[in-house]
């Protein structure tokens, strides 16, 4: 079980990263997926690679 809790905390980090280095259409896009992100970290994490990383570039 303390494997899963590592490879979920570095899914975790690595979204937070992925998000602080790409780059957006506007800067308030960043903001708001960094808040998704923290606020939310499972569900966030979920949205950020479903949706967040087709819509940057």
Request: hydrophobic share 55%.
């Amino acid at each position: 079980m303390f494997g899963l809790g590592i490879i979920g905390l570095l899914i975790y980090a690595y979204t937070i990263y992925d998000v602080l280095t790409r780059r957006f259409g506007t800067g308030s896009d960043k903001i708001v997926w960094i808040l998704v992100v923290l606020f939310l970290p499972l569900l966030g994490t979920i949205l950020w690679f479903l949706f967040g990383r087709k819509g940057t570039s």
